[in-house]
């Protein structure tokens, strides 16, 4: 029982997400790569259904 109040600690760390490194928000914010991404995914797509029709 002593265990499971233990781990309800306010503010405890668990409770906090993780925060993103410098680079992983520069890869979020950067457009040339969200371009490079949706391209890419755009075409894994269209591949997907185009196998699916024939």
């Known amino acids: 029982m002593r265990d499971k109040q233990k781990n309800k600690q306010a503010y405890e760390q668990a409770y906090f997400p993780p925060i993103p490194s ?9 457009v ?3 371009i490079v991404r949706f391209t890419k995914f755009n075409l894994m797509i269209t591949r997907l259904l185009i196998k699916s029709h024939r």
Not at 22 to 30: A, G, I, N, P, Q
Request: glycine share 0%; aromatic share 24%.
């Open 22 to 30: 410098r680079f992983t928000k520069f890869m979020r914010t950067c």
């Open 32 to 34: 040339l790569w969200q």
